[in-house]
């Protein structure tokens, strides 16, 4: 046990090094910048580990009850992580380090979204593009207080992340808190198989113009290349603008995302800076040799998080290229999981990264140089009914129901949660296009079809505000 403990303190003294991550940051064109260095710990690397023993060895030695030495160890560990107050810091056991290895493979089974842990609350980061989450309702900042009815309270984010994962074709019911919402919704996922296909390629005809666009759902290994096999599949048929979408991204690769900015941005302009405990920084320089002889924009939206905000940002502060939508997720760290020899991993946060102006975005995010709200119906959240809804009562779910009938074209008369007459009316309105009992009441089956039919009202690109604003700028700068 005491080398395993010598493997992790000299492992977490490694971690210092700026050095470590160099396959992360490497670069043939970047400048660096130093500033002066942090001051030396209070105690030296042998002290700490010391005390660090010393501690161990009394409490396996006399505490009143048996110890289990791996938990112990393991406690130890999350205990120094907890103090860093990082959610994307964390300790991985050798069957959850397994899992997050299989999940940057080309498929995994879940329900398709990233997560952190955020202010002691395992958080929706972003829901995968036409994954079951998004499917199911799940968004940006979603607390997860329940799975199948237990409380995340007291688990790591791993430990429930391995929860909320499983076979393809069985549920996860989880209880979710929502930002602005006064009760919990719970929502039901069926898991599925989630391919990693990080690239999208579509078309659209625009005013006589041809604008291609690259859908990207994250940034994996082979993502630079999949969007370079794309960009000349679009410029081979012949394109007049182009389209970067990364609404949704959860992030990825850092070296995917530079590789992408170099096809895209011209040479010489940063992409990204990565700065480091010390203030040191590198730049990481665009290597296209020419400009793209046509206008691109880039979407966003609240989940573009991580190399999806790199690339917007690189994007937008080029000078010239307009970035459509909503403001990003803020998270303006980057993690490298280290091994610590027994299979288990630690995942931390190791640089800061900022704008190619030097920006820092944690918490804050990427505006976007033309905001672009979607309608309201596309953040309504999903519909649980336990019991039937009816006139003159009051609740967040009547309100979520109103939004929809709204954005389907039956005016339930106002928004506020207030089931009136007009709202009955709409509601059998609804029901009768539904081919339903036309009672005027919410019952289950009314709030199981108004779901997905809003589901198949957002994923109709004609209703997609956003992708309408972006297709029209392109039309506007390309003429």
């Known amino acids: 046990m005491v080398v395993v403990i010598a493997a992790i303190v000299g492992a977490v003294a490694y971690l210092s090094n700026f050095g470590l991550a160099g396959d992360n940051v490497s670069s043939p064109q970047e400048e660096t910048a130093s500033s002066e260095s942090s001051p030396p710990a209070t105690l030296s690397d042998e002290e700490a580990f010391a005390k660090f023993q010393q501690a161990f060895q009394l409490i396996q030695d006399r505490y009143v ?3 289990d030495e791996e938990k112990l160890l393991q406690g130890a560990i999350e205990g120094m992580l907890g103090t860093l107050d990082d959610p994307y810091s964390v ?3 050798p069957e959850t380090a397994a899992e997050f290895v299989q999940s940057l493979d080309s498929h995994f089974e879940g329900i398709g979204a990233e997560v952190s842990m955020t202010n002691g609350y395992v958080t929706i980061v972003a829901p995968f593009r036409e994954s079951p989450a998004e499917k199911a309702g799940l968004q940006p900042n979603d607390r997860i207080l329940e799975i199948d009815g237990e409380s995340t309270e007291g688990l790591s984010l791993y430990e429930a992340v391995l929860k909320i994962r499983g076979e393809k074709g069985t549920t996860v019911d989880l209880t979710i808190e929502r930002p602005g919402a006064s009760n919990v919704v719970n929502i039901t996922v069926e898991r599925d198989e989630i391919p990693i296909e990080t690239v999208h390629v579509h078309r659209f005809e625009r005013n006589g113009l041809t604008i291609g666009m690259l859908e990207i759902t994250s940034f994996s290994e082979d993502t630079a ?5 794309g960009l000349a599949q679009l410029e081979g048929e012949g394109i007049d603008g182009l389209i970067i979408d990364v609404r949704g991204n959860p992030g990825g690769y850092l070296n995917a995302v530079e590789d992408i900015g170099s096809l895209i941005i011209p040479e010489g302009e940063p992409i990204v800076q990565i700065q480091n405990r010390d203030g040191e920084k590198m730049r990481y320089l665009s290597t296209l040799k020419e400009e793209k002889p046509y206008p ?5 939206d609240r989940g573009s998080a991580s190399a999806s905000e790199i690339l917007a940002a690189a994007l937008k502060e080029a000078g010239h290229y307009d970035v459509v939508g909503e403001t990003t997720f803020g998270k303006g760290t980057v993690q490298q999981s280290i091994e610590l ?4 991993e630690i995942k931390l946060s190791l640089f800061r990264w900022l704008t190619s102006d030097g920006n820092d975005i944690n918490g804050v995010g990427v505006e976007p140089t033309v905001e672009v709200l979607q309608p309201d119906y596309f953040y309504t959240a999903p519909l649980s009914v336990e019991e039937p809804l009816e006139l003159d009562m009051l609740n967040d779910q009547i309100e979520h129901a109103q939004m929809m009938l709204k954005g389907l074209g039956f005016e ?15 509601v059998r309105a609804f029901q009768d296009s539904q081919e ?3 009672t005027g009441v919410l019952d289950e089956e009314t709030a199981i079809a108004l779901q997905q039919s809003i589901v198949d009202l957002v994923r109709d690109q ?3 505000q956003q992708l309408r604003v972006a297709l029209d700028l392109i039309v506007e700068q390309a003429q």
């Open 462 to 464: 004609e209703n997609d």
């Open 225 to 229: 290349d999949r969007f370079e096999e």
């Open 91 to 93: 300790y991985m056991d």
């Open 412 to 426: 339930p008369g106002r928004t506020d949660g207030y089931f009136e007459e007009q709202t009955e009316k709409a």
């Open 436 to 438: 339903l009992e036309t």
């Open 341 to 344: 020899g027994d299979g288990s």
């Open 65 to 67: 009850d048996e110890v």
């Open 296 to 300: 691109i924009v880039g979407l966003t």
